[in-house]
């Protein structure tokens, strides 16, 4: 069993940044496809961004792209995305997500995640 822990949300101006971790805990945490999502009130849970079980391969929605950086350090179980030009449209409750990976894919489907992540809120303010 995985457990996941978000940290680093909070309120910033536009233009700013802020840095989100997601802790596992649990094994073989280098075996596991991590993700980002995002749910702004009364809207869908949104893909943000992926990478792969090694971090080789990430790939990000359309609209953060050049703004966010998903990474992740396996000797200390934790996933990052470093979020830069923030924008109000990006305020969301933002949750990092999970699985086992196979072959070095990404997954972009939040039900293809198994491991959630309480979420942790970003609020940009204009």
């Known amino acids: 069993q995985v457990q996941l822990v978000e940290s680093g949300g909070g309120l910033v101006q536009a233009g700013g940044s802020l840095r989100l971790s997601c802790a596992a805990s649990?094994?073989?945490?280098?075996?596991?496809?991590m993700g980002w999502f995002r749910q702004a009130p009364g809207k869908d849970r949104d893909f943000v961004a992926a990478i792969s079980q090694s971090g080789s391969t990430t790939d990000y929605v359309e609209s953060v792209k050049g703004r966010f950086t998903i990474s992740r350090d396996n000797g200390k179980n934790t996933v990052y995305l470093q979020m830069n030009t923030l924008k109000p449209e990006d305020t969301a409750v933002y949750f990092c997500?999970?699985?086992?990976?196979?072959?070095?894919?990404?997954?972009?489907?939040?039900?293809?995640?198994?491991?959630w992540g309480q979420g942790t809120q970003v609020t940009v303010s204009s």
């Open positions: 649990g094994p073989s945490f280098s075996d596991y496809a």
């Open positions: 997500a999970g699985r086992f990976g196979f072959a070095g894919r990404l997954y972009y489907r939040a039900r293809d995640y198994v491991y």
